[in-house]
C-alpha cells in the first residue's frame, strides 16, 4: 500500500474548520483514500474514504487534488470532542473477496482549543 | 445498531497464565480483523478472517498466539502463555465484503479489550 505523510500534530480552535492535510505521493489508481480517528482509550473510527472525487458525509469531508497525490480532511465546525489522533491511509479496495488490512501509520495529533 | 463488541474490557493476569479474547462483529460483517496496540504505538495487524477461514494469519507474533471465529460470528483470540511483552490493547474490527473488487468497504472498530500482564 502507498506510504501516507502527516504532520505529527495540529491545533485548532473550537468552532473553527479543522483541515488535515495527508500527502500520498505514490498513491496508485485503484488505491483508496481513508481517514480514522482514535480517541483517547477508544478504537479507530471510520470517518469517510474516497477514490477520486470529493466526498462529505455528516462527520468531514475529504478533498482530493486532481492528481491525488494528496488530500485533506475537513471537520467544518471543530469541537473539543475532535480531538484525536486522526490516520491517513491509503489501500486497494477489497480485491475479489478479500478484504486488506489497514496499515496504520503515525497520524496527526489534532488537539481542539476552547 | 450495536457496533463491534469486545470482552473483555480489562483483563490483568500473570505471566504464563492463558487468556482467552472476544469478540463479536456487527452482524452480516463477513471480515473480522485483530490488530494489537502497544502503549504510545501504531496499531499492528494480526490475523483476518473471511467467514471462518483465515487467509492471512501473517500479523500473528508467535505460535503462543491463534484465533478462530465461528462462522460469520463470534471470534476468539488466545494467548497461551503468556509474556510481559503481550501486553497491548486488543483490537477487533469488522467489515462487509465486497461483492466486487473495486467496491471498498470501511472497517468498523471496537474499543479493544486491555491486556495486562504481571
Known amino acids: 500500500d502507498a506510504k501516507t505523510t502527516q504532520p505529527p500534530s495540529m491545533d485548532c480552535a473550537e468552532g473553527r474548520a479543522a483541515n488535515l492535510p495527508c500527502n500520498h505521493s505514490t498513491i496508485s489508481g485503484n488505491e483508496y483514500v481513508y481517514w480514522y480517528r482514535q480517541i483517547h482509550s477508544q478504537g479507530p473510527q471510520y470517518i469517510i474514504h474516497g477514490l477520486k472525487n470529493n466526498e462529505t458525509n455528516e462527520m468531514a469531508s475529504l478533498i482530493i487534488t486532481e492528481d491525488r497525490k494528496s488530500s485533506t480532511l475537513i471537520l467544518p465546525h471543530a469541537t473539543l470532542r475532535d480531538t484525536a489522533v486522526y490516520y491517513c491511509?491509503?489501500?486497494?479496495?477489497?480485491?475479489?473477496?478479500?478484504?486488506?488490512?489497514?496499515?496504520f501509520g503515525q497520524g496527526t495529533r489534532l488537539t481542539i482549543n476552547p | 445498531g450495536a457496533g463491534v463488541s469486545q470482552s473483555p474490557s480489562n483483563k490483568v493476569t500473570e505471566k504464563g497464565k492463558d487468556v482467552e479474547l472476544r469478540c463479536d462483529p456487527i452482524?452480516?460483517?463477513?471480515?473480522l480483523y485483530w490488530y494489537r496496540q502497544r502503549l504510545g504505538q501504531g496499531l499492528e495487524f494480526l490475523i483476518y478472517f473471511q467467514g471462518n477461514s483465515a487467509p492471512d494469519k501473517s500479523g500473528l507474533p508467535s505460535d503462543r498466539f491463534s484465533a478462530e471465529r465461528t462462522g460469520e460470528s463470534v471470534s476468539t483470540l488466545t494467548i497461551q502463555r503468556t509474556q510481559q511483552e503481550d501486553s497491548a490493547v486488543y483490537l477487533c474490527?469488522?467489515?462487509?465484503?465486497?461483492?466486487?473488487?473495486?467496491?471498498?468497504?470501511?472497517?468498523?472498530f471496537g474499543d479493544g479489550t486491555r491486556l495486562s500482564i504481571l
Open positions: 474490527a469488522s467489515s462487509k465484503t465486497t461483492g466486487g473488487p473495486r467496491v471498498a468497504q470501511p472497517q468498523h
Open positions: 452482524s452480516g460483517h463477513t471480515a
Open positions: 491511509i491509503v489501500r486497494v479496495a477489497s480485491l475479489g473477496q478479500g478484504a486488506q488490512k489497514l496499515v
